[in-house]
């Protein structure tokens, strides 16, 4: 089964491959260059920065930031940004990969971060979020229902 199986920053370069692709074979926006890169970068920088907070967030609480070890979850990390987000970091790919698609001026290269998105969710987020209810029971089930999944 693929759940917690692939590193999200492989499906992330995945899924930006494929955008590329997209973008190679399908139809452009007639739009001004320099401000879709403006866009885009400053989409990039905010995703970068978003899952960048994550990620120090967990090092900072001295657990692990392996998806695919989740069992060695050793906190639950519910201050700074997770206060916004349950799931920053996949927040923070998904900000990227727009940007990504921004950047290739290519509608249809949108479909892969709603394909990020729910793969994500369905082989990643699901099989986290059973880990993290039995390690911290009720704790996590309150920060559930007090944070959303994504934003």
């Given amino acids: 089964m693929l759940e917690n199986r692939i590193p999200p920053p492989l499906v992330v370069l995945v899924v930006g491959c494929a955008m590329w692709a997209t973008a190679y074979v399908t139809p452009h926006l007639a739009a001004d260059a320099v401000a879709l ?3 885009a970068g400053g989409i990039g920088i905010l995703g970068f920065c978003f899952g960048a907070s994550g990620f120090l967030a967990f090092s900072r609480a001295g657990t692990t930031i392996d998806p695919v070890q989740l069992e060695r979850a050793s906190a639950l990390v519910t201050t700074g940004v997770f206060r916004i987000s349950r799931n920053p970091m996949y927040v923070g790919f ?6 990504w698609a921004i950047y290739l001026s290519a509608p249809w ?3 892969g971060v709603v394909v990020f998105v729910l793969f994500i969710r369905r082989f990643q987020i699901a099989p986290e979020e059973r880990v993290l209810r039995a390690k911290f029971g009720r704790a996590y089930e309150e920060y559930q229902r007090r944070v959303r999944r994504w934003i």
């Fill in 37 to 39: 890169q403006a866009l």
């Fill in 94 to 99: 998904a900000a990227l990969l727009a940007a």
């Fill in 109 to 111: 290269s949108l479909l």
